[in-house]
Each structure stands twice: as C-alpha cells, then as structure tokens.
C-alpha cells in the first residue's frame, strides 16, 4: 500500500521560511518522479514544483521560482520543499505527489499517488 505522509507545516509570519517533507512508503521511490502542489481556500489545487527520480532536474511554477527549493532524499524515501520569503499568497494546503514516469509534469491528473496534505498558513 503506498503512503505519501506530509508533514512541517505550519503558521508562520510573512518573510519567515518553512521547510515541509513528505515521507513515502510502499514504493519503489527513486522510480517516481515528485512533486509539490498546493491548495487555497476556494481555489482550484495548482502545480508548485517537480523533480525528476534522480533530483538533478527541477521544475518550478512561476509564483515561486526563486523563492522554493524542491528536493529529494532517496536513501530516506523523502522529498521536501524549502520556502522562503514566505508571503500570505502561499497560504494553503501543501500536498506532494509520485508520478511513475521518467518526466515531471504540472498537470496533476498525471501523478498516480498523493498524500494527505499539510497547511501552511503565513500571516501578514
């Protein structure tokens, strides 16, 4: 059974930085393309960022380029994505995804397995 357990969220002030993990079980990890995507209140789930099985190539949406940091462990079965200069635009439910491809994409109907989730929450 495969799991995808979020965790590091939190509430945080704007400018402030914040490192989430996801911690993965019940698949073969470095086979899996990861990636980060995120959810606002009333707002539909949109792509944050990707990595390809070995880390070495990295994707990022525009609104976070420069500012996040994707990037995985595969002797921990782990891929986190570090934030800083944290703004309350970033507020939301953070999820990461596998993907059992050798290509990262930004569509998130082509990522076979998601966790649960963990809100960040940036107070201005």
């Known amino acids: 059974q495969v799991q995808l357990v979020e965790s590091g969220g939190g509430l945080v002030q704007a400018g402030d930085s914040l490192r989430v993990s996801c911690a993965a079980s019940?698949?073969?990890?470095?086979?899996?393309?990861m990636g980060w995507f995120r959810q606002a209140p009333g707002k539909e789930r949109e792509f944050v960022a990707s990595l390809t099985r070995g880390g070495a190539t990295k994707y990022y949406a525009d609104s976070v380029k420069g500012r996040f940091t994707i990037s995985r462990d595969n002797a921990k079965n782990t891929v986190y994505l570090q934030m800083n200069s944290l703004n309350s635009e970033d507020t939301a439910v953070y999820y990461c995804a596998a993907r059992m491809s050798a290509l990262p994409t930004t569509a998130r109907g082509t990522y076979d397995y998601w966790g649960q989730g963990t809100q960040v929450t940036v107070s201005s």
């Open positions: 019940g698949l073969t990890f470095s086979s899996y393309v």
